[in-house]
């Protein structure tokens, strides 16, 4: 099983970004993925999850800092899951992560079992 994270860079605040978590090796339509992120000395934190086809009965749940903000989506087709980042703030700064757990919702890193390696994100002007 491989999940690979992209779509970070430098933005300034108030932009945005989309990231992409691509999956291989697994039957990913049955996976919930979820979007963690780790600061600058600080812990990994749940940012997103999505359980589900993407379509309007899906589950998703967000971290209060980020909701309003971010979007989850997922395309069951291209087995990537997106997560949309806009009104971006300084302290948005970090590695974003997605991993895969096999149950629905999911919000601490022991639910998931797989992990992708890290995209930056930099808020910055």
């Known amino acids: 099983v491989q999940l690979q994270a992209s779509g970070g860079g430098l933005v300034q605040p108030g932009g945005s970004l989309r990231l992409s978590c691509t999956a291989s090796g697994l039957t990913f339509s049955r996976w919930t993925v979820g979007w963690f992120r780790q600061g600058p000395g600080k812990e990994r934190e749940f940012v997103a999850v999505?359980?589900?086809?993407?379509?309007?009965?899906?589950?998703?749940d967000y971290e209060n800092s980020v909701r309003g903000r971010f979007t989850i989506t997922r395309d069951n087709i291209k087995d990537t899951v997106y997560l949309q980042m806009n009104s971006l703030k300084p302290e948005d700064t970090a590695v974003y992560y997605c991993a895969a757990r096999k149950w629905v919702g999911g919000r601490r890193r022991m639910d998931y079992e797989y992990w992708g390696q890290g995209t930056q994100v930099t808020v910055s002007s």
């Open positions: 999505i359980t589900g086809d993407g379509g309007p009965t899906s589950y998703v």
